[in-house]
């Protein structure tokens, strides 16, 4: 699942402000993978990440398909090639104290 979250200009916050340039807010994912949970976990930190397709894109489903990508990161791992009509993230706004709302929908 993936959350986002909003924050202020001046506001004391425990996020790197220069994680999101110009926006006010930032996407948390909450991975469904354990791997990536040990990973997270042992790294005792968040993880910056990027997403390995463009916005609007179909999602990359094999390693290969965004290996132009790799010299710009510290780690890459492959879980394998990923079914096709795999589902994507659901995504909930959750900027609004006490309320919810969902953006898009797991497919």
Known sequence: MDAEFRYSAGESSILEKSLNLGL?????????CNF?????????????????????????IDIK???????????????GILPARRAGSTVVDLTKLGKYKILRPGR
């Not at 005792?44 to 609007?56: C, D, K, P, Q, V």
């Open 24 to 32: 006010e807010s930032i996407g948390v994912r909450v991975p469904d």
């Open 36 to 60: 990536i949970r040990v990973i997270a976990r042992g790294s005792r930190s968040a993880l910056a990440l990027t997403s390995a397709n463009l916005s609007g894109q179909p999602s990359s």
């Open 65 to 79: 398909d965004f290996e132009n990508l790799w010299e710009y990161y510290a780690s890459v791992y492959d879980g």
